[in-house]
T-cell receptor, first 114, second 114 residues
Framework: AQSVSQHNHHVILSEAASLELGCNYS??????LFWYVQYPGQHLQLLLKYFSGDPLVKGIKGFEAEFIKSKFSFNLRKPSVQWSDTAEYFC????????????FGKGTHLIIQP | GAVVSQHPSWVICKSGTSVKIECRSLDFQATTMFWYRQFPKQSLMLMATSNEGSKATYEQGVEKDKFLINHASLTLSTLTVTSAHPEDSSFYIC??????????FGPGTRLTVL
């Protein structure tokens, strides 16, 4: 079974600061990796995903993530955060193929101070 | 595109009653839908995988007789919480798999059992 570990449960940054949220997974086979965001009072939205190919993936709103297979990591980055990025961020993994449900990390609560 | 709706968005019921939650993919067909449960300030936990025209697959520890899932068509899956008790109070979220294997999430249903 897969498992996902997000290292930071709460992160507080000032606007324009750079962001990196850690995500590690454990699974021996091919995986699909995702980052979802949940803004206050809203449902989960897909930020970006990795299935195969270029390990550096770019998503919406200036976010990107890098898949490092040797480290079982899929860290989320953004060079300059905005107040509107305040939200809960979830890393998730599923076995390759997409037929299985997602295994989520515990989430990171990001607060951006103006 | 790729919109998933849930109905109702919130429901309050008495202990011992049953509650049905609908999940619809509005603009795409989904052979597979998933049901998750999210406790306050925690991550999502996969409950079951719902496949159109076949029985749902439940995760370990999820009572299939308590959480009845029906996937009646390629755009509709329902979750019925039978004989609900206060410990069933939670946020129930569905997702539907679109083209390419990405899961799109519904807005969730807040269930409160008195």
């Amino acid at each position: 079974a897969q498992s996902v570990s997000q290292h930071n449960h709460h992160v507080i940054l000032s606007e324009a600061a750079s962001l990196e949220l850690g995500c590690n997974y454990s699974y021996g086979g091919t995986v699909n990796l995702f980052w979802y965001v949940q803004y206050p009072g809203q449902h989960l939205q897909l930020l970006l995903k990795y299935f195969s190919g270029d390990p550096l993936v770019k998503g919406i709103k200036g976010f990107e993530a890098e898949f490092i297979k040797s480290k079982f990591s899929f860290n989320l980055r953004k060079p300059s955060v905005q107040w509107s990025d305040t939200a809960e961020y979830f890393c998730a993994v599923t076995a390759g193929g997409g037929a299985d449900g997602l295994t989520f990390g515990k989430g990171t609560h990001l607060i951006i101070q103006p | 595109g790729a919109v998933v709706s849930q109905h109702p968005s919130w429901v309050i019921c008495k202990s011992g009653t049953s509650v049905k939650i609908e999940c619809r993919s509005l603009d795409f067909q989904a052979t597979t839908m998933f049901w998750y449960r999210q406790f306050p300030k925690q991550s999502l936990m996969l409950m079951a995988t719902s496949n159109e025209g076949s029985k749902a697959t439940y995760e370990q520890g999820v009572e299939k007789d308590k959480f009845l899932i029906n996937h009646a068509s390629l755009t509709l899956s329902t979750l019925t919480v039978t004989s609900a008790h206060p410990e069933d109070s939670s946020f129930y979220i569905c997702s539907a798999t679109g083209l390419g294997g990405t899961q799109y999430f519904g807005p969730g249903t807040r269930l409160t059992v008195l």
